[in-house]
């Protein structure tokens, strides 16, 4: 047993020592692997921490969001709603909520207008950061606003949103509801749409149901129901950003094949010494086997530790300009890191093995050469 | 003791291209003693090393050693028979049994002394720090302590030959096989070789070496001639 | 059809795992007919080196095998907030027919990968190969497995829709259903416990004999099996209850999460070590009349049974640890 141990010490030595002496042409395997590592990592680890912030809004986010639909689109609902849905059993709270996009033309940015839960201050706002950047306006400075008759309204900035999560307060204004009122057009009776909370999360998709029985021109829109289609929307994108990545995979894995069954008449030569001088072929099997473990462990980690940069401390600036087609105001990401067993695994499966699966017959086929061979070779 | 009984080793068997490199041999080898195998090119005599050195196994015929105890393996009346036993037994009876000396010394470039003359040690399991003890001695023996930690490739052709003598002996084998020891070294070399081929014959190892050079055909110090043509034993 | 990575991993993997099986199948096929120890024939020798191949190919297999069966755990549990109802792995496994197929597929597999290799080990250990032909018939019946497990993985991944309704841990390992599941779980906790101290006790008494008399490997092996089922249904039945500190949650599947420290993964570790071992054990006493194995596999046969016997000796003493250290109270639910 213990000797058994001491033997696979022995022949790892001899691995390490082989690999230093083939410097170059193992770092440039190595290099190439860190580097699809590198590819993979961040695109998990991205989608990955992005889908959590987006969770985590969510999460505060009404059990239920009634809207009104007239022919098929978004349209105001009347404040009369709310006494109807409020008698209904299991409701405990429904409130109006007032929030539009606002179309910047100078910036050519959109802004998500809110009004907040105390009904905010007349005449002054709160910007998110992105706001605040875009319109280079900052504490205590003026923003107008144009209003649907086209006249302006004057607010003043009285404070900007810190928060978390940028990717979804970055292009926010908190607004009072009368300035809301008046940019908007909106009539008294009327809001945006209605927030529901219930008291038994077990029964919301009932009272949804009656919600829709009571008023068939309305469309109740579930906590859950958005939660899942965030997760599957991420997950989609995730999964297709590394069936993107593939291909890459692919070719290192072909080139890692290639690598380990074309060996150089060098490497042949020393492995027809080791079994001439009393390796046997699963010593050989062995050395190749630690080999392949310290070039696809330490490539694997080296990839894992660089994505972690590139994504929570760096911000993903490789990403950068793929997202930034998601938005005019790109919020400059400040992602929470976090990283679980799951994505490791997931990216061991995705890299690792491969690379293993690949690499198995060639060293087989290396490993089984003669021991006499080496006698005749002149 | 090795005695090989009626040997035949077939290259390429069943194709057109079939080569009867051994045709069958019968021998005994002695214990104890040097013998030479002498005999022209393609005659068969590095096929009929590597046979009984456990490297190959014959087509056909019996190869029986011994001496030799190895787990797992049986032996009747202190025999073991090598010819039907797979490589994995076959290299741990080589591992003990012999050592090997090559013509081209066959080192790993790249690598020190020290670390080459421990190469054949290391499947052993044998603890490491042993096995260095052994290999320093070893090499304070041979006048090569002081080159320890030379890369190999540095090394003149007198001292790559002594490294590869010191690796054939790192595990301490009972025998040693040579295939064409002298190929590559002077007269005076080569005579040194033999000078350290009598001095191991001396601790009791049974040497076995092939070749045609005269210097070791005609040497002194062997006790036996086998000459051999086309595969078959002719003397 | 949902599109996650960690089931693309699984699909790469299975894919892998499918291929180098069917590959080595067709020399296991060659062997089975062509072999002949006493040859020295280039075709015998040629055999005998693609026995090496198939060895590492099978110990690869066996490890990825091991991480995609806790991967596919994991995923599973992941991916609970996409179906309704679900509340951990338990739920998604149940969105469609084939997740718990696909679940023992992997178990059984995996437990067949290393009795295999606990075969090979010995035959490897004696001159003559004698079990060549018993290893390679196992591999050739174990290559089906594997594929049904590869194909019914892809069934239940392509049929994971996100509009099925699922019923999860809370209703599927509930006392109040009508499934097996929910039978395990209803068994009254102090004879569900009774059973699982029993058939612990009764392995190591037959791991014992085993050991000292070398008499009833067959049932050693049926024994460890036993254990296996029993304790997993103990996992369900009592010993999460001490994990969730919960009267009625009997999921075997959340006790994984990390709430409570992943603590699902040391105990399965144990009980699959344990099983797997164990039935070697008692294949290894079928062999110990071969001649040439007579030296070596009485040794082998101690260490595996040392090995199950611990494994589950560990199992054992953690969960009544647990329950020890617990203040939470079961008897009278
Ligand atoms: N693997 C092989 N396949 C086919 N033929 C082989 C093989 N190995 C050796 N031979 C043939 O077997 C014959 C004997 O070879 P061997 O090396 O034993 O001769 P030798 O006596 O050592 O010759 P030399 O003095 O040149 O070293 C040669 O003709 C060689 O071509
Ligand atoms: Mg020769």
Not at chain 1, 324 to 342: M, N, Q, S, T
Not at chain 3, 142 to 171: H, K, R
Request: aromatic share 10%.
């Amino acid at each position: 047993m213990n000797s058994r141990i001491e033997i696979q010490r022995n022949i790892l030595d001899f691995t390490l020592s082989s690999l230093l002496r083939r410097k170059t042409k193992n770092a440039v395997l190595m290099v190439v692997f860190t580097i699809v590592v590198f590819m993979l990592a961040s695109i998990i680890f991205f989608t990955n921490a992005v889908k959590r912030e987006a969770v985590a809004v969510l999460q505060n986010s009404p059990d239920i969001v009634v809207q009104r639909l007239s022919a098929g689109r978004h349209d105001l609902i009347p404040a009369d709603y709310i006494k109807t849905i409020t008698d209904m059993k299991g409701v405990v709270s429904v409130k109006g909520r007032h929030w539009g996009y606002y179309f910047e033309p100078a910036a050519s940015a959109n802004f998500t207008l809110v009004v907040p839960d105390d009904g905010g201050e007349e005449g002054r706002i709160v910007a998110g950061k992105g706001v605040s950047r875009t319109m280079r306006a900052g504490d205590g400075d003026i923003l107008p606003l144009k209003s649907y008759k086209g006249e302006w309204v004057v607010l003043s900035i009285k404070g900007v949103l810190k928060s978390d999560s940028e990717l979804v307060s970055s292009d926010l204004i908190e607004i009072s509801e009368k300035d809301f009122r008046k940019i908007f057009g909106i009539p008294k009776d009327r809001f945006t749409d209605l927030s529901v909370t219930v008291r038994n999360p077990k029964e919301t998709l009932t009272i949804a149901k009656k919600i829709k029985d009571s008023f068939p021109d309305t469309r109740p829109i579930l906590r859950s129901e958005v939660l899942r289609t965030y997760d599957s929307l991420f997950n989609w994108r995730s999964g297709l950003l590394l069936i993107i990545a593939a291909g890459a995979v692919l070719a290192f894995i072909i080139f890692a094949f290639d690598r380990a069954s074309g060996l150089s008449a060098e490497e042949r030569r020393e492995i027809g010494i080791l079994k001439a001088i009393g390796w046997e072929t699963s010593d050989v099997i062995a050395f190749k086997f630690w080999e392949g473990l310290v070039i696809s462990l330490s490539s694997f980690m080296a990839g894992i530790i660089l994505a972690y940069f590139h994504v929570f401390v760096a911000y993903a600036p490789l990403f950068e300009p793929v997202l930034k087609g998601w938005a005019v105001l790109y919020p400059e990401f400040r992602l929470v890191p976090f990283i679980d067993p799951f994505q490791i695994a997931t990216l061991f499966f995705l890299t690792v093995l491969p690379y293993t699966a690949a690499t198995i017959i060639p060293s087989w086929r290396s490993a089984v050469v003669d021991p006499d061979q080496i006698m005749r070779s002149q | 003791m090795i005695s090989v009984v009626d040997v035949r080793k077939v290259f390429n068997a069943g194709k057109a291209n079939e080569y009867i490199a051994l045709d069958g041999v019968q021998l005994d080898i002695e214990k104890g003693r040097i013998t030479v195998i002498k005999g022209p090119s393609g005659s068969g005599k590095t096929t009929l090393l590597s046979v009984i050195g456990c490297m190959a196994r014959p087509s056909s015929g019996r190869i029986r050693l011994s001496g030799v105890s190895v787990e797992g393996i049986p032996d009747d009346e202190g025999y073991v028979e090598t010819t039907s036993l797979p490589e994995r037994f076959l290299t741990q009876i080589r591992r003990k049994t012999f050592g090997f000396i090559f013509q081209q010394y066959n080192l790993v470039a790249g690598m020190t002394v020290i670390e080459n003359v421990m190469l054949p040690a290391y499947p052993t399991g044998e603890a490491y720090s042993a096995v260095r003890n052994r290999a320093e001695d070893l090499l304070k023996i041979f006048g090569l302590y002081s080159r320890l930690d030379a890369k190999v490739q540095w090394l003149s052709g007198g001292e790559s030959q002594r490294v590869s003598i010191v690796r054939a002996l790192i595990n301490n084998p009972s025998g040693i096989i040579a295939d064409e020891p002298t190929a590559h070294l002077d007269t005076k070399l080569s005579s040194e070789f033999m000078n350290i081929i009598e001095s191991l014959n001396r601790e009791g190892r049974t040497i076995i070496i092939a070749s045609h050079d005269p210097v070791v055909c005609e040497s002194s110090v062997i006790h036996r001639v086998v000459e051999m043509r086309d595969g078959k034993v002719i003397r | 059809m949902i599109l996650h990575p960690a089931i693309i991993a699984l699909y790469l993997s299975s894919f892998i795992s499918v291929a180098l099986l069917i590959y080595s199948s067709s020399f296991a096929a060659m062997i089975l007919r062509k072999w002949d120890i006493g040859s020295g024939s280039e075709l015998q020798l040629s055999l005998e080196r693609r026995t090496y191949l198939i060895s590492v190919i099978l110990s690869y297999l066996f490890f990825f095998q091991f991480l995609s069966l806790f991967l596919f755990i994991y995923t599973a549990d992941n991916l609970h907030n996409l179906f309704t109802g679900s509340m951990c792995a338990a739920g998604t496994l149940n969105v469609n027919q084939y997740g718990y197929p696909v679940l023992v597929l992997k178990i059984v597999n995996f437990i067949l990968a290393g009795v295999w290799l606990i075969i090979n080990r010995i035959d490897i250990s004696a001159h003559d190969y004698p079990l060549i032909k018993n290893k390679y018939s196992l591999l050739l019946f174990v290559a089906p497995l594997m594929i049904a497990e590869s194909a019914l993985q892809t069934a239940y991944f392509m049929g994971l829709n996100a509009d099925v309704i699922t019923s999860c841990c809370g209703s599927l390992f509930s006392s109040d259903s009508t499934n097996i599941t929910s039978e395990i779980a209803s068994l009254p906790s102090l004879q569900a416990k009774a059973v699982f101290y029993i058939s612990m006790t009764l392995t190591l008494a037959a791991g014992i004999v085993l050991c000292y008399k070398n008499k009833g490997g067959l049932l050693f092996s049926i024994l460890s099996l036993l254990s296996f089922v029993i304790s997993v249904a103990a996992l369900i039945s009592f010993i999460s209850l001490y994990y969730y500190e919960l009267p009625t949650h009997h999921c075997p599947f959340c006790i994984l999460q990390s709430e409570y420290g992943y603590a699902g993964y040391y105990l399965y570790l144990t009980l699959l070590c344990g099983v797997v071992t164990g039935i070697g054990a008692g294949i290894a006493g079928r062999f110990s009349n071969i001649k040439s194995l007579a030296p070596v596999i009485l040794v082998i046969q101690k260490k595996l049974i040392i090995a199950s016997l611990l494994s589950y000796g560990i199992f054992t003493a953690i969960v009544t640890l647990k329950m020890i250290l617990s203040d939470f109270i079961l008897e009278g639910y």
